[in-house]
């Protein structure tokens, strides 16, 4: 009767979660990008839904890329000079970091965020990046970019 079974029907059940898992993950880019580990994040961002949360991770661990990026949701007018500055007010001598509530409440620096750190995945060039925000969210407002 076995004879007849289909090659797969033999194998282990652990082997079989294994291929399912294996195959799962084979259509899925891994990401190599650097976000500041959760537990260093301010409990307002630990408890807030896992896009703001990754959003925070993301613009804390990557100042380089995201003092280059602008914001449209009109918070040039609360001092913000980048996407960078709705997540990071300061960073001291010592590396802490104090941090920017504005974020927390804003979708449109959220959905900034997501789109240079979904660019930044693939490659594109902060100066490539800041294009495609400032040609896609131009609309909503003005640059907060001196």
């Known amino acids: 009767m076995f004879s007849k079974a289909h090659p797969w029907l033999l194998i282990p059940i652990p082997g079989l979660l294994l291929l399912a898992f294996l195959a799962g993950c084979a259509g899925q880019a ?16 630990r408890s ?35 996407n960078y500055s709705c997540y990071v007010t300061s960073v001291d001598a010592t590396g802490a970091i104090t941090y ?9 620096c959220v959905d900034i965020t997501q789109v240079a750190t979904r660019l930044l995945d693939q490659g594109k060039s902060p100066t490539e990046i800041k294009a495609y925000v400032d040609a896609t969210y131009s609309k909503y407002g003005p640059s907060n970019m001196p």
Not at 35 to 41: A, G, S, T, V
Not at 52 to 79: D, H, K, T
């Open 30 to 45: 891994q990401s190599h990008l650097t976000l500041m580990p959760l537990d260093q994040m301010p409990p307002e961002v």
């Open 48 to 82: 807030a839904p896992a896009t703001v949360q990754q959003a925070y991770r993301f613009a804390a661990a990557n100042p380089e890329v995201m003092q280059q990026i602008p914001c449209y949701c009109g918070c040039g007018s609360l001092g913000h000079t980048s």
């Open 100 to 108: 920017d509530h504005h974020a927390l409440g804003c979708s449109l």
